[in-house]
């Protein structure tokens, strides 16, 4: 049998898995309507929580199915449709999918033909989730707790401690963008092709944020995410071109 990734055996096993979990989501939703009712609660408020709800997951749909068309072209559709469809982040998928591929001499547009690469990706995407999965139950509770501790004893020292957590996090990712600047001392600017489309998506989140103050839109806040990505993601183009 020749390997492919989008071979329809793929497709069918990343369905059964995702339809269970639809499965389980369709139960909860019968269960929480029926313990809405006999908490007394009328009709039309299930109604418009159930319909809000359902609306403002279409923004960070739009923004996954952006992660599902970056990975297809490598991955094919199954595992990134299963990936961040399950459990996966679409920040962690990429980063860790390319700097697989890129350890495997391959690069992030390249379809993987060799079944020993595509599982070695696959590997490296799931223990790296899985730790997370591990952690959570075991210090989450904890943390928390220090956390609340030290906002009882001084309320600005626990905002800090919280926005350095938040800082380190993005610190990781911003390593991954600037890995390469300094490439362009040796005559390659490729590097800053990262650097300027990050740069365009973070100007189009701050655009999106001053319209929806001024014009006081919410939705612009839910849908600015996917927003700046689909806006990066096509400046990439043309930044590429000109840096080469």
């Given at each position: ?147 609340k501790n030290m906002e ?13 957590m938040f800082l380190g ?76």
């Amino acid at each position: 049998m020749k390997f492919s990734v989008n071979h329809p055996i793929l497709f069918i096993m990343v369905a059964a898995v995702i339809l269970l979990v639809l499965g389980q989501s369709v139960y909860f939703l019968i269960r929480a309507v029926k313990r809405a009712k006999e908490l007394g609660i009328e009709k039309t408020t299930i109604k418009n929580t159930i319909s809000s709800a359902a609306i403002f997951t279409i923004a960070p749909a739009v923004a996954i199915l952006v992660g599902v068309i970056t990975l297809s072209k490598s991955l094919g559709i199954p595992i990134p449709w299963l990936r961040l469809s399950v459990i996966g982040s679409l920040s962690y998928e990429t980063i860790a999918a390319n700097t697989t591929l890129e350890a495997l001499g391959l690069k992030g547009g390249d379809t993987i033909t060799d079944p020993s690469a595509f599982v070695t990706v696959l590997w490296v995407m799931t223990v790296g989730i899985i730790v997370g999965l591990i952690l959570v139950p075991f210090l989450t509770k904890r943390i928390q707790k220090g956390v609340k501790n030290m906002e009882k004893r001084d309320k600005k020292w626990g905002e800090i401690f919280s926005n350095a957590m938040f800082l380190g996090m993005i610190s990781a990712f911003l390593g991954y963008v600037f890995c390469d600047v300094s490439n362009v001392f040796k005559g390659d600017t490729s590097g800053l092709i990262p650097v300027l489309v990050m740069g365009v998506s973070a100007v189009v989140m701050a655009i999106c944020g001053l319209l929806a103050i001024k014009l006081k839109k919410r939705w612009l806040t839910d849908y600015a995410l996917p927003i700046s990505l689909v806006v990066g993601m096509a400046a990439a183009i043309p930044v590429t071109n000109l840096l080469g």
